[in-house]
């Protein structure tokens, strides 16, 4: 489960972003003084990480009464038959079917216990963050292999105010890592050099063009 400090460092996180935000609309021009984002940022051995409000679907071998579809609560945390109370967020489905398993050793002999997500939310720190002149900024679910087109598909691409290049990805888990890239040409002109891969954490920061 996350530690009461997560929520103060996840907003000064997203306030730092919007202050550059800010920062990127006064500028008012496509120029962009950082490093075009890497063609390739996958990670290949990435596993989701449970995050609040996903729901869980915990199946117990030979055990229907044990099974079935649990939402995990705003605070991280489940509740299982015999179990009880456990974290869930903050950890794969492996590993919290491994400790499903230990807990239900003391009622359930040999118990055998498999956890996939049904409905995906993610963890804070796994989200892809898109804010600024996009149609519809939002939070979204990292899933492996996804792209920056897969998504601006989803938050309903730019606004007509947007500066499209003048887009910005910052890299949390790469120390706050900064990336131009260029919107402007892949949802516009259909430029598909200017696709790249996002990572787990990252915050896209779009900003107005000057009119």
């Known amino acids: 489960m996350a530690s009461r400090s997560e929520p103060i460092s996840t907003n000064l996180w997203l306030f730092w972003v919007m202050l550059l935000a800010t920062a990127a609309a006064v500028a008012g021009c496509s120029f962009n003084r950082y490093p075009p984002a890497p063609a390739s940022a996958v990670t290949a051995d990435y596993n989701y990480i449970i995050g609040p409000l996903d729901s869980l679907n915990i199946v117990v071998w030979r055990n229907p009464e044990l099974s079935g579809v649990v939402p995990v609560r705003p605070d991280g945390m489940i509740s299982a038959p015999l179990v009880g109370e456990m974290s869930a967020a903050g950890k794969t489905a492996k590993l ?15 118990p055998i216990v498999t956890v996939s997500v049904s409905n995906f939310q993610g963890a804070a720190s796994e989200q892809i963050r898109v804010i600024g002149e996009a149609s519809k900024p939002q939070a979204i679910p990292y899933r492996q292999g996804m792209t920056l087109l897969d998504v601006m598909i989803q938050v309903g691409g730019l606004t007509d105010f947007a500066d499209g290049n003048a887009a910005v990805i910052v890299r949390g888990k790469d120390n706050g890592k900064q990336y131009s890239v ?3 040409d892949l949802l516009k002109r259909g430029d598909i050099s200017a696709n790249v891969d996002v990572r787990p954490g990252d915050v896209i920061v779009i900003p107005q063009g000057w009119f």
């Not at 919290?96 to 230990?102: G, I, M, S, T, V």
Request: hydrophobic residues 45%; aromatic residues 6%; positive net charge.
């Open 96 to 110: 919290l079917a491994a400790q499903l398993q230990d807990a239900l050793g003391k009622y359930v002999k040999d």
């Open 182 to 184: 260029r919107l402007k």
